[in-house]
């Protein structure tokens, strides 16, 4: 028998709501790298919200199969929750600087949550009073006027109301429809003992696009939700609608199959590269040896190469459409579209690459790195990086280093550094921008094999993981954890440094450029959101490297307490005026907004005979002095 108009609208809305809580859980799953820093709040409200809306949808649509008003109760216990929780994010207003400067000022959650209450008190009272007229008389205009006037007058109103109206209202739809049609006598859609077979069809593939929901990409719901339609809606599937059904899942479960299988053999490719790379030993691996190992990989470039300075490239992709030699399709654009094509079905793009530099005639520089790009809604795009790489002194990414405040662990383990931080790719094509959280290890050519080799493992799973990868720790996991452990132990021997003559012989020795500089003035500088104290000084004699200005010119420095060497001004940072003092630095010339200069620890040094003979001293101790630089880049 076919069924009636009242069950198609019925089913209708079912799948509806089925469908769009599975898209709201997509965007709960994949809402890109998670954080626990401060200014997260806002962000994970949102998310619990999306989560709640999908949870709402999905349970009170299948509740519908067989009790519509307890459906209608399940919308309506979840409005005020999930309109508060989708709406704060955004509430606020932008708030204006006489400068021209400004910010967006939201309330604070304790105060939106009141005024959510405020809103939807009456509508709750109303529900409940509903059957009793004579207390709806006098309750509602009370409890209106109690709730609604305090919530116009205050400040955050404007903010919040088109949110809570704008998400109640959605819910509310659903909540009327299953309720409206309750009361007007509408059968079940599924009665007890009957229509089973149908029932389980349809748990069974609300089942299958969970599974979907937090391992491939969001389109992917929709091909299974286009399934889901095809069987359940509307009546009794004839033999030609499973049939077709059944071929678009195979065909579907094949190319997610094929697609699955690369991406172990990338993964087994990638572990054998990394294995490759570990195998070369920093001064001791000749170039014979080296080559020896890297002529086998295929993506192999060599550069300026000859037996005492040569750099082997090894990079490849595990692209649908690689770069370098795609023949179908040609263009950018068509290449683009098939790789959002294979990410309906749980692919996701990586890419390993791999340097070994020699210099002298043995391996004095390596790099290796991991893109991985991880399921994300809407823009931007979202990826993990993973990288460890080999520097000189950790100069090449100077300015990062100091603002960073990273070189205090030169004081724990001075040939390597563990950096993490969150980077913008394709910055400049903002279509294409890529929000990377990257973890990345430096060791200079001096470090401690046994340690780095420790540090260097990745995780490979994670380009083949059924759910993917999220955050950076999952990735590099053991310098992530040795990086969370250096932290304190860092800003701790920070605290109880004592920068005996010693201790400065040594951090001459160890720095990457000295000069002798007089103080100039001094200010204070909260441009990064901290009060820093900022020295500005002029050059007066350089000492060492290739410091960045000349004699006479000026520039200026951040001074923290761990690079004063003057135990008197330990606890004042503002540097006495026309002083000279000998610094211990790196940099890289003037950075726009940001001193081009920072100290090591106990790199602010008085000048005097003594501290000057203990500076060159340390200087001319430096046996790395003239190392050549491990071009790795």
């Not at 349809?202 to 286009?226: E, M, Q």
């Not at 100039?520 to 490297?545: C, F, I």
Request: aromatic content about 12%.
């Amino acid at each position: 028998m076919r069924p009636t108009k009242r069950t198609k609208l019925s089913w209708l809305v079912v799948v509806l709501g089925s469908f769009l809580g599975l898209l709201a859980l997509v965007a709960f799953g994949m809402g890109g790298p998670g954080s626990n820093q401060s200014g997260e709040f806002p962000r994970f409200i949102v998310h619990a919200g999306m989560g709640l809306l999908g949870l709402c949808l999905i349970v009170g649509s299948n509740v519908a199969l067989r009790r519509r008003r307890l459906a209608g109760m399940v919308f309506l216990a979840c409005l005020p929750f999930v309109a508060f929780c989708m709406t704060y994010p955004n509430a606020g207003y932008l708030v204006w600087h006489p400068d021209g400067s400004g910010w967006f000022e939201s309330p604070y959650p304790a105060i939106a949550a009141f005024l959510t209450f405020l809103f939807f008190a009456p509508l709750i009272v109303l529900f409940f009073t509903l059957r009793r007229r004579k207390l709806l008389r006098y309750l509602f205009p009370i409890s209106a006027c109690l709730a609604w006037i305090p919530f116009g007058l205050n400040h955050w109103a404007g903010a919040l109301l088109p949110g809570l109206v704008g998400w109640s209202i959605f819910l509310l739809l659903f909540a009327l429809f299953w309720l409206g049609t309750h009361q007007r006598g509408w059968p079940p859609l599924v009665q007890p003992g009957e229509n089973l077979g149908r029932l389980m069809r349809y748990l069974l593939l609300l089942g299958v696009l969970l599974g979907l929901v937090f391992w491939a990409d969001g389109r992917a719901t929709i091909i299974a939700g286009s399934l889901l339609w095809l069987i359940v809606f509307p009546g009794e599937p004839h033999r030609r609608k499973r049939n077709f059904a059944a071929v678009a899942m195979g065909i579907f479960l094949a190319i997610t199959g094929v697609l699955k299988l690369e991406a172990f053999a990338f993964r087994h490719r990638s572990e054998r590269l990394l294995a490759d790379v570990k195998s070369l030993e920093m001064r001791k691996t000749t170039y014979a040896e080296a080559w020896r190992v890297v002529q086998k990989w295929p993506e192999l470039r060599r550069f300026e190469c000859d037996e005492n300075k040569c750099k082997f490239d090894i990079i490849f992709d595990d692209r649908v459409t690689p770069e370098d030699e795609r023949g179908w399709p040609r263009s950018e654009a068509a290449a683009g579209l098939t790789d959002s094509a294979c990410r309906f079905f749980g692919w996701r793009k990586a890419s390993v690459q791999a340097q070994v530099v020699i210099q002298r005639g043995v391996v004095w520089g390596k790099y290796f790195s991991v893109d991985l790009e991880i399921p994300s809604v809407g823009w931007p795009n979202h990826a993990l990086v993973g990288a460890v790489d080999t520097v000189s002194r950790f100069y090449d990414d100077a300015g990062r280093v100091g603002l960073d405040g990273l070189i205090v662990q030169t004081l724990i383990h001075p040939d390597y550094l563990l950096v993490q931080r969150q980077m913008n790719l394709n910055a400049d094509t903002p279509a294409y921008l890529v929000i990377a959280s990257a973890m990345s290890v430096r060791e200079t050519s001096y470090a401690d094999p046994v340690v780095v080799r420790h540090l260097e493992n990745f995780d490979f799973s994670c380009m083949t993981r059924w759910f993917s990868c999220r955050k950076v720790a999952e990735l590099m996991p053991t310098a992530w954890t040795e990086y969370q452990r250096d932290q304190p132990r860092a800003m701790a021997a920070a605290k109880e440094l004592k920068c005996t003559p010693e201790k400065v012989e040594a951090q001459a020795g160890n720095a990457q450029a000295a000069a002798v500089v007089e103080v100039t003035g001094n200010r204070t500088d909260s441009s990064d959101g901290q009060n820093r104290q900022v020295a500005k000084a002029r050059m007066v004699e350089p000492l060492r490297g290739d410091v960045g200005w000349k004699v006479g010119e000026e520039f200026e420095f951040w001074v923290s307490p761990w690079e004063l060497a003057d135990t008197p001004i330990g606890h004042a940072l503002t540097l006495p005026q026309g002083k000279r003092f000998i610094l211990l630095f790196l940099g890289h010339g003037p950075m726009p907004h940001l001193p081009g200069v920072w100290p090591y620890p106990c790199g602010v040094i008085p000048w005097s005979e003594e501290n000057l003979a203990h500076v060159q001293h340390g200087i001319a101790k430096d046996t790395r002095a003239n190392d050549p630089p491990p071009y790795v880049w």
